[in-house]
């Protein structure tokens, strides 16, 4: 089974430009997170997917963050205009909805802003 | 507000010794996962414990969840370099939504 797919890895940008990350969850898994991990904390929360509805988007910072489902299956989160405390790892994680709601994850991009 | 507390933040230890990181909160949870975390990649799921006082072992691991599933334990025997890795702790939040709450992790570094 593939697991949760991200891109890009890796991304510098300058301070005041946009940046996009795409995530293509598991192969069925209805609920998809996207997350925001600064070096040294464990991941926080930025907005949940049910399907292609949001369920929690109570920690995005919607002045500068969006982030989209259309189909119900991958998702992009954008950040724009990026500011230097934006520098963090993202990370993509999906779930069955199911009683434990154990969540994959994948492997992250990184985000340097400069 | 729920206030979740790990600790330690970082052991270094030798291979070959054991530890137990902890994990607590003055919350009641319906069920906690741990993940482990390697540099580079995204958290891995280790285990999910649902019951209070519930033990669960993977290999060299034990996790177990409080009695008033409150807080919870990860035990490590004979830690090897490959254990190296930020731990998780991350109880299910409020209501069914799957929301998980992240503690900030304890990082073990175990040198051969």
């Known amino acids: 089974e593939a697991g949760v797919a991200q891109s890009p890895r890796y991304k510098i940008i300058e301070k005041r430009q946009s940046v996009a990350f795409w995530c293509n969850p598991i192969s069925g898994h209805a609920t998809l997170y996207w997350y925001q991990q600064i070096l040294g904390q464990g991941p926080k929360l930025l907005i949940q997917f049910q399907n292609n509805g949001v369920v929690d988007d109570s920690q995005l910072p919607k002045d500068r963050f969006s982030a989209e489902r259309l189909k119900g299956v991958d998702s992009t989160l954008k950040i724009q205009p990026a500011k230097l405390e934006d520098s963090a790892v993202y990370l993509c994680?999906?779930?069955?909805?199911?009683?434990?709601?154990?969540?994959?994850f994948g492997p992250g991009t990184r985000l340097t802003v400069t | 507000t729920q206030l979740l507390e790990q600790s330690p933040q970082f052991l270094s230890i030798q291979e070959g010794e054991n530890l137990t990181v902890y994990c607590n909160s003055s919350?009641?949870?319906?069920?906690l996962q741990w993940y482990r975390q390697e540099p580079g990649e995204g958290p891995v799921l280790l285990v999910t414990v649902v019951t209070g006082g519930e033990v669960k072992k993977l290999k060299r691991l034990t996790f177990q969840f409080g009695d008033a599933r409150k807080d919870s334990s990860l035990h490590i025997t004979a830690a090897q370099p490959g254990d190296t890795g930020l731990y998780l702790c991350?109880?299910?939040?409020?209501?069914?939504?799957?929301?998980?709450?992240f503690g900030q992790g304890t990082t073990l570094q175990v040198k051969p």
């Open positions: 994680a999906s779930s069955i909805t199911v009683p434990t709601y154990e969540q994959y």
């Open positions: 919350s009641v949870f319906s069920s």
């Open positions: 991350a109880p299910r939040g409020p209501g069914n939504t799957g929301k998980l709450i």
